[in-house]
Structures are given as C-alpha cells and as structure tokens.
C-alpha cells in the first residue's frame, strides 16, 4: 500500500511544488500555522489566455513558473539583462551603478559574494524553501545567531565588546536572582500559589544557573576566563556583567534579535548566493523572460492590456487577455499608464525604505581570532549599528563581512553623506567590536537600494528607525489594500502585497493569490 | 612588509597547526579564555627517541601526529581495524558488535550515518577545529538547536508536544510579566536606584515582548496560529502556555541546553561523518599505526617500556623509551602490567558510565511537515530523553534521527532489559513528540559503549542522573590525580586525563600536555 508520503513524492513529480503542497494542506499534513499560502490551479486551467508579467523579481518568475505549468502563455518583462530584482548576488566583477552616476566594481575572491538584498530563508518560510527543493537550489545553514559575537555600546565597560553570550547569560541571572528575591519575599504570593513559588524557585535557579541561595555569581553559559584543560587546568569563571552597566548599554535588540520569528534557528542560504533561486527560475522558463525589456507604458485595452516597451534600442508591444504587474511602487511612479484613480493614489501615496548594506572582503579575523562563525554582532550606538559574519565557505580564507544593514532616510548614517564617510564609518564599526581589525577590510562595496535604477527603494516603509510601526499601518490601512484587488485585468504582486514586507516568501505568496485569481476570473469567464 | 597572518600562515605550513598555535598564543592574537592548550615542541626534540602509544583514538592519534613532527619515532598500537576509538561512525554495512555475541548491522542509505561517538565540535574547541582545518577535514554547520524543535511532558498541556519557541518565549514573557509587577510593586527599591527601575521596565518590555501595561499577551516570538500572507491574510498570536503548566511541565533542560557553553552556536560536524576525523589523522600517519594490534601486556623494563601484543594471530613485542598509554581505564583493569600501586589503584577506583544512542532510518517527516531541520527535541519524562534530528544532508529524502542519547546505569531505560524493548522506547519517544510517525522508523541501531569490546563504556562517571556532581567530584578528587602523573616512563593520555571529560578537545589537550612533558624529559636526559 502507497504511504501518504509516497503519494505525495508522486503528486509532486507531476504537478510539481505547488500541486503537492496543496495536498498536503488537504491531507492535513501541515498546521495552519505553517503555512500561508492556498495555490489551487487545475490542470491546463489557462490554456488559451495570455498573460505578461511586469518585472522578473521573486513575484514575477513565481507567477511565469505556475502560470507556465497551469497552461497560461506567459512572456515576462526584466528591465536587466539578469533575473531577481532585488534578489541580487554581487561577486568578483560585479558593478553596482547607482543612479547618479555612481559605479563600484566588486573585486573580490572567487566564490566570495554579497547578498546584496535577501540573505536568509526562514525555516517557516515554507514556500521559498519549497521551491528551492522543487528547483534543486542547494541550501546551507545560514549562522543568524552565534554566542561568540559581540555587542558594544560606548555607555558601558569602558567601551569594550563583550561576547553575545556573557550579555545573554548574564542577563538572565540577574533577571532570574531578582524575580526569586521578589518571590521570597511574598511578593507575589497573589500571583502564584505557594506550590509554583516552589518551583518556580527551582525553575529560576536553573534559568538563571543562580546559586542554592539564589544569588547570581556567574555562569559558564557567560563563557569563561579560562576554559578547563588538561591535567591541573581547571576552569575559571568570568565575573558577571553588572547588570546597571546592562542596563546602560541597551543590548535588548542584539540579545533578542534570534528571537524574532523569522529570525529563528534554523535558517537558510543557497550555496553559492540568493541569487541561485531566481537563476533557477529563468533556465526552467528559458526564452519566457525577456530580458533588457524596459516597460515604457502600461495600457489597458477593451478586451485585456497592451504594454510598450523597449528592448535592445527597439521599441516594442505585446498585448495579453491579463497583466501582473510585480514591478517596485516607486517605480510605477514614473511609468505612463491606465490605471484607475484609487490605484494611481495609492502609488503615489506608497513610499519605499532605502535600504543599505555595507561589505568587505578580509581574510577571516573573526573566525580565526574570536571564535565567531557566522552570526551578527551589534553596535549599540553610532551610525552602522551591526556587523554580519558569512556563513559562506567558514574556515577558508576570506570572506566577506557585512558591516552596516539598515535603512538610510535620516539617519546619522545617511548624514554622513559621501561614500567615503559611509565607508569609514562602516570599518570604525568593525574597529570597535575588534579593535585592531578594521584596517584590515579591504575592498569595499556599498549598495543602497534607493539609488539603483529599477528598483529606487528597498522595501515599503518611508524610515526604519526606533519604531516604524505608523509607517507600516498607514501602508496597510491605505494602499495596501488596493493593490491587492486588480485593476481591471491588471493584477499586482510583489511582497508589497503580502503582509510578509521584504521577505522573498511575500513576492511568493502573493503571486500564488495573484495567479489564483486571475485562474478564477478565466473559470468563471469560460463558464459564462 | 609581511603582515602577522601571512606569518602565522608560514609558520603554519612549515611547523603545522601546533607550531602555529603557540605562535599566535606568543603574539597575543588568542584571548586566554579560547584556549586551553600550550604545546610547544622544538625541533627534532624527539630525534632518537622511541614512543609506543598504546590505543588509535583521538589522544594517540593526536600523539603520535605531533610527536613524528617533532622527530620521535612512533608506533600505535590499535586493537581494532580501524582508528579512532570512540569516535566511530555507523554507516550502511557497519556492525555494531556486543561483548556478548549481540550483532546489529546498519542498513541504511548510501550518505546517511550515526556517529555513535562524539557528534559536535564546539566552537570554542579551538584544538580539533584547528586539527580539521590543518588535515583538510571539511566541516559543516551541526544544528545544535532549532526553535521549531518540541518539548512534550504528560504532565502538561494534555501531553501534547509544544514548540521551544513556545517554551522559551512565553517563559521570558511571563518571567517579565512577573518581575515588572515587582518593580512596579517598589519590591526592588532596594536593589535598583530610581533610574535603573525605570531602565528595568523598559528592558522587560523589549525582554519579554510585554505590552504597554507590562502585562504578557503572547508574542510571534512563539509562534503563531496563523501565519501573515498576502492579500487579506494577517498574523494570529498563539495563546501562550500558561506559566503554572510550564512549571508543572519542568522544560527547563530543554529549553536551557543551548546555553551550555559547549553546547552553543555555532557548532560543527565534519561532513561525511565525525570519523573523518581520525581517518585523516591516519592518512598522514600511515604505518605508525599498527591495526589488529591488541595490547597484553604492558611491562617496564630498567630503560623504558615493553608492550606484548597480538596481532593476527602472531604474538609480538614492542621496547620505546617511553609509552602513552591511551587506551580507557576499563581495559585497562583486565590487562596484565607493571603498573605502580597508585596507578593500580587509581585504575581499580575508576569507573565508566554506559552511553548508548539509538538510531533510526526514516523518511524526513520532521523536516517535511514540521518545520524541524537540526535541533534537539525533548521528552520531559519517561526513559527516553531527546530526539535528535540530523544536521547532514538536510532537505534530502531519508536520513538517521537519533531517539534516546544518555547513560544507562540503573536508569529506567536499563530497566526495560531487551533491546526489543528499548527499541520500542525509542520509536515510543518519537511518537510523543510526532503523533502517528513513530510507525515510520526503520533499521533500528542500538549503541551502547559499555557492551562493546576494547571501550567497555563511553566516559568517566558511574551514572549520569539528574545530577552527577558527586561522580565527578570523586573522580577528580582521586584517580584523575594518578594519571595526569607519569608511572615512571608511562604516560597517560586521553579525555580521562582532562578537565573536558567525553570531549575530543579533552583527548587532544591531555596528547599535547603529556608530549610536553615527555619532550621536556627527554630535553632534560639530554642536558644532563
């Protein structure tokens, strides 16, 4: 007898990613909780309707994969001469040309690269890691989170980095000494009976790994002044970090990063760049993507839409029974078109991040000399306010180490102003978690998506700073909700159109509900 | 002008990974903390000598690298056919042979392994990644936990298995929760000043993810019930466990293991298989180790040492200036020698707890409808503690999971007696945490170092229960004492001779420590 899984292996083979997972949702076989998208497409469900894609990011190769694979006639319009958009892999010889002007050439050792946007796949982002095993795209662990990196602030111990381990550790000794005081103390004698606050003395000295009588006096979890060794060598605690001095230097956001839900171990990279998986995409789609194809006008006829475009020096039309247009907001700002009032509101109320990264190549001082593998370390104040380590190729020679991975708006970074400043400020960073190192970053590149040519943003979201949560609900109340209903037989994409902002799982998800209902619209069209 | 790495790099190639060690020690490029050993051998220190080292695990093999460096002539003298001791991986074909006749042979895919022995490389064990990288050893990420991985308890949430996201975030919560109350409730005016009370409840607010009133209300952190996706699709809290049931459940070795310092990101494995490690170690020493060689006797003569043994049938004698002993002190207790009183004693006092770990084929269900790709998941009670997921060839079709990982003793594991019994144990645990998978394991193996030949057990300690401190007090107190010291011109070597008991860091600190001395020896003889 088949197993479920058999079936499924089988399911898979032949309808691919999408027709399997969906049997799965309906086997039951995954929770709720795991999974957000809903890609349901009979077979040959589009043959006969054409369909052109604006944009050959994440949203429009998904889009052209499933459509292709459910009977559509699909022609995608890249603006570059490559596929990915801001899924975008900067190696040796890369040229990263901002608006302006402006040209960088990576000069870097083969295999060493820079994800320049989307760097990481969560464990839950089901959908994209779907379609890695579905394009045969290698994944690898990707380190988010190690104990060996650092944290420092200039407003605690003297300005010297201590290890995310002794921040994390010490903390909740403190936190669990402090709670166990209050509970021997009744008072929280309401809160809890008198059997929890038993164990929940017990519970807090293992928590905080406190003393018998409750006291936090350091934990080898902080790491150790001297590791244990052989014969005499025996091991030797560090002294606590004070917690007022925690206290000072506001490590929250460093120690809790891992916490986040997409941040969460374990994560993953595809070996050899991000952008493996657009690639993966264009050779199944082959002569489907246009490349070099600048969209010039969006219109709407009576019976579909008609996009002009040029390519190579020539202008050209194609027209379709129905457009997804998975270009960035920004720049449909500047792209003729047809659409409807509500829709040209939106566009011009949305505004994008600029998002920025910072890399460098050097031989691998924080692999070699601190015991940091991967993971990011933290700058608690001052313009680049973390250092992210490769999980590429750890223990080879080089790498290439992010320094500063923000948005600029009006930040202190961005006043900073030239790119040597930025540059500078960028290595100072690396100088204060490792002081004596950061002369030894060499070969810069800074990428900032706000000045680069077709995509003029990073993500929606005017700022990121302390808190962006207006931002991110004006978007949501406004906007958002009109791209995601078509206009006419112009359909939107992009993780602008999902609530899963800048992640690739966004673009993926809300193609799948894009392509759902435009497959609808044709079902019920033929029905009528 | 050659910068210190390109030195190091030269001095690396030329004196090997030892020589390059204590250089970058000398020019205070290490932090004391980050390592533990402090080998230095001169040239040709051992020119004329003979050392016969007694037993191919990690401590001989480690020996016998370093010392044929240094000019020593060397000999290994290994019972098995293989080096390594226990660092032994079980691949397809493998058998698994009791003292008592009991014969398992692993059938298993092509790729897919146990490593019945050692499994992770800390990344503080500076020594074997340094081994890895100067033998060419590549590594790769070992998952050492994963926030999708499950904690189950039957005394808690109807025996249902819960997230460790669940687990640790919703503790954090609730312990902020209960902690703000207390600042606000002036409980702590003592021990906070009026500032950091007010720097403490902004801090549990970011710690515990707590809403404005500092009341926990669950946080994505833990998950959630719904998934955000596109179009209408928003994020859905899971309601948190509630803090009596977490008590009552008793996570806590669950949630906490990560923070073990040797149990921290980022860890590694050698890919392949842990015993990659010594096969490396082997190729370079070729003939120096003797296989089939099964060790008598162990004499001193008025000059050195003579060791009979078997090999093949043949009866054979081995004189050296000096031996290192690294065989386990449990085969030493049957094997004939002219050991002094202490030593004899110290042999006698000594005892060996009983590690095991079962094994099991399967299809990759965690990973598939799960989300769990590495990590641990843990079983709160009954006889089997933890499962534990690959790290290798994550995404692939089939791998080997681990469920039950601990001593036997009198545990109530041991108590079940067949290993019928303890076979389905181990598939009970896995259906715990996985309802309706346990079914789905195959090609059952079953380890336990204390039943197979030439370990008779897997570490130092009589039983590791809840607590253990007092086995290991007296170990430390008494025989460790004995072995650190030569026996006139026997040496010891191995993890039981280090302050990292059941680590290969261990077994390769004691081999540098005990060459040291024999090196000064001789340097002194020599003198003299």
Redesign the interface.
Known sequence: MA?R?DFLTRVGQAGGFAAAFVT?RELG??S??????SLTLAPNAGAGVNVVILGGGIAGLVSAYEMSKAGFRVTVLEARSRPGGRNWTVRNGTAVEFMDGTRQVASWEAGSYLNAGPARLP??H?TM?GY??ELGVP???E?N????ALQVSEKAFGGRAVEQ?QV??D??GH??E??A??VK?H??DE?L?KD?CT??LD?LR??GDLKEDHKYAGS??A?????????????EL?KPLD??AL??ANF??GA?FE???TM???M?QPVGGMDRIPFAFAHRLGSVVQYNAQVEEIRKTPSGVRVLFEQKGRKKAIEADYAICALPITVLKTTPNDFSPRIRQAIAKTEYADGFKVAWES?R?WE??F?????ISFVASGPVGLVWYP?AK??SDTGVLISGYATEGTSDFAKLGSIEAKLAASRAAVERLHPGYGRRLTQPIYVNWGRIAHNEGSWVGRERETNNSTERTTYYDGPYKEF?EPDDRIYFAGDH????GAWQE?AA??A???IQMITERVRLTRTA
């Open positions: 197993t899984r799965m076989l995954m709720d909780g795991m999974s957000a998208s464990s839950i089901k890691l890695c095993r994944l690898e662990v380190v989170s190690s104990r060996s381990r994390i550790n903390t909740r936190v669990s402090l709670l005081k209050c103390q008072a929280l809160e009976s929890d164990r929940m519970f293992t928590y080898a979890r790491g150790v002044s001297r590791l244990p060794g052989a014969g005499p060598v025996t091991q560090r917690l007022h206290l000072e929250w956001r809790l916490e986040g839900l969460q171990a374990t993953f031989k001082f070699t000399d015991n940091i593998y991967g993971g999980s750890i223990f995601i159109c999902a609530r899963v966004g998800l809300a799948h509900r894009t």
